[in-house]
């Protein structure tokens, strides 16, 4: 079955980067993009940005466009994002999700389970 | 940016009642409207896409409507396992995507 499977729990100190994985299976990776969705302790969805599963392009939201990246590997079906200069504002799970387009209609169908990442001195 | 606006931000309501949320986009987006549900603890799950196409597998209470900047999502007889957080998401603005604030549903 289709699935994205993510790295485990981070604690970074400020300053610090931190680089989340992404490995799907069950489908074939270069035919759809992943989404980043991060979500801070009891507050609402903020989408982070978008990476290409065939070229590597990418779309970053502009609050974090100047220190994030996202990457992909086709040759391990897996996406990374990294996350630079961390305060305690990046506290959060961070999700991987499959962009899927029907009729040139978007949305996000597999999500990961999510990745805590905890920014503490 | 697309800006999305949920109303209300909570609701309580009782199993087997009709519920309504509303999602409101700062400038047209067509049919480009996508509805979430999550459960604490949990990644979100896809309900509705494209305003008003329920996802293989979502049942039938469920359905969304709408286009051009306002869209609903309605549930038609609440069960227990509809209790969550509901999302509405727009892919118009494709590839940079934004959230409304979510809307939690909650027992009465």
């Known amino acids: 079955q289709v699935q994205l499977v993510q790295s485990g729990a981070e604690v970074k100190k400020p300053g610090a980067s931190v680089k989340v994985s992404c490995k799907a299976s069950?489908?074939?990776?270069?035919?759809?993009?992943i989404s980043w969705v991060r979500q801070a302790p009891g507050q609402g969805l903020e989408w982070m940005g978008w990476?290409?599963?065939?070229?590597?392009?990418?779309n970053y939201a502009q609050k974090v466009q100047d220190r994030v990246s996202m990457t992909t590997d086709t040759s391990t079906s897996t996406a990374y994002m990294e996350l630079r200069s961390l305060t305690s504002d990046d506290t959060a799970v961070y999700y991987c999700?499959?962009?899927?387009?029907?009729?040139?209609?978007?949305?996000?169908?597999?999500w990961g389970k999510g990745t805590t990442v905890t920014v503490s001195s | 940016d697309i800006q999305m606006t949920q109303s209300p931000s909570s609701l309580s309501a009782s199993v087997g009642d009709r519920v309504t949320i509303t999602c409101r986009a700062s400038?047209?987006?067509?049919?480009?409207l996508n509805w979430y549900q999550q459960k604490p603890g949990e990644a979100p799950k896809v309900l509705i896409y494209?305003?008003?196409s329920l996802q293989s597998g979502v049942p039938s209470r469920f359905s969304g409507s709408g286009s051009g900047t306002d869209f609903t999502l309605t549930i038609s007889s609440l069960q227990p396992e509809d209790f969550a957080t509901y999302y509405c998401?727009?892919?118009?603005?494709?590839?940079?995507?934004?959230f409304g604030q979510g809307t939690k549903v909650e027992i009465k």
């Open positions: 494209a305003a008003s």
């Open positions: 998401q727009q892919s118009y603005s494709t590839p940079t995507w934004t």
């Open positions: 400038q047209s987006i067509s049919s480009h």
């Open positions: 069950g489908y074939t990776f270069t035919k759809y993009g």
């Open positions: 990476v290409s599963g065939s070229h590597g392009s990418t």
């Open positions: 999700a499959r962009a899927v387009v029907i009729m040139s209609y978007y949305y996000m169908d597999v």
